[in-house]
Nanobody, 127 residues
């Protein structure tokens, strides 16, 4: 049974930083590309960043470029999202997801490519 468990969310002031973690189990983590998504109230879920299985490639959307960094530690079955210079508009539930079944060797930007999802962690940025 595949499980993805996010942690590290919380309340932070604008300009602050948070580091999200996602611990994976029940899959061969080293062959899964991983992504971080977010969903704000009243909005659709959107991709934030993705990373290939070997960290050879990353994909950032405009909301993340220059402020967020995705990384992974295959020895720990964990993917991270370092978020700096946080803004109130970054307030959302953040989800990690695994692109696993197709064994893609790149970081996909398509939400539909992701097979498994975590339950999410709340990030709230106050102004």
């Amino acid at each position: 049974q595949v499980q993805l468990v996010e942690s590290g969310g919380g309340l932070v002031q604008a300009g602050g930083s948070l580091r999200l973690s996602c611990a994976a189990s029940g899959l061969t983590f080293s062959v899964a590309a991983m992504g971080w998504f977010r969903q704000a109230p009243g909005r659709e879920r959107e991709l934030v960043a993705a990373i290939s299985r070997s960290s050879g490639s990353t994909y950032y959307t405009d909301v993340a470029k220059g402020r967020f960094t995705i990384s992974r530690d295959n020895a720990k079955n964990t993917v991270y999202l370092q978020m700096n210079s946080l803004k109130p508009e970054d307030t959302a539930v953040y989800y990690c997801a695994a692109d696993y079944i197709a064994r893609r060797n790149y970081a996909s930007g398509l939400q539909s490519d992701y097979d498994y999802w975590g339950q999410g962690t709340q990030v709230t940025v106050s102004s």
